[in-house]
């Protein structure tokens, strides 16, 4: 299993940014997938997940600012970010929970 996440930098506050992850190494349309976040000097921040059959989730924080999709045929995932705040500079992971398999991060910095 091989997790890349990609996308991030730096972005004016509100601005937009669209987070991919590219998947290998498993039938990507069979699992859940999910974006964790982790700011400076905090713990772990779970942000969008989406289910095997394409439903989605969200944080109450990013709720109606983020949309998480995937393309099967591309095996990626991606994270659409709008209307970025300093709050959510972080670094973004996306994670496969089911077999604790995580990418190795993608640096966001909201700021003027």
């Known amino acids: 299993v091989q997790l890349v996440d990609s996308g991030g930098g730096l972005v004016q506050p509100g601005g937009s940014l669209r987070l991919s992850c590219a998947t290998s190494?498993?039938?990507?349309?069979?699992?859940?997938m999910s974006w964790v976040r982790q700011a400076p000097g905090k713990g772990l921040e779970w942000v969008s997940r989406i289910k095997a059959a394409g439903g989605t989730s969200y944080a109450n924080s990013v709720k109606g600012r983020f949309t998480l999709s995937r393309d099967i045929k591309k095996n990626t995932l991606y994270l659409q970010m709008n209307s970025l705040g300093p709050e959510d500079s972080a670094v973004y992971y996306c994670a496969k929970f089911s077999s604790g398999d995580w990418g190795q991060g993608t640096q966001v910095t909201v700021s003027s």
């Open positions: 190494g498993f039938n990507f349309n069979n699992y859940a």
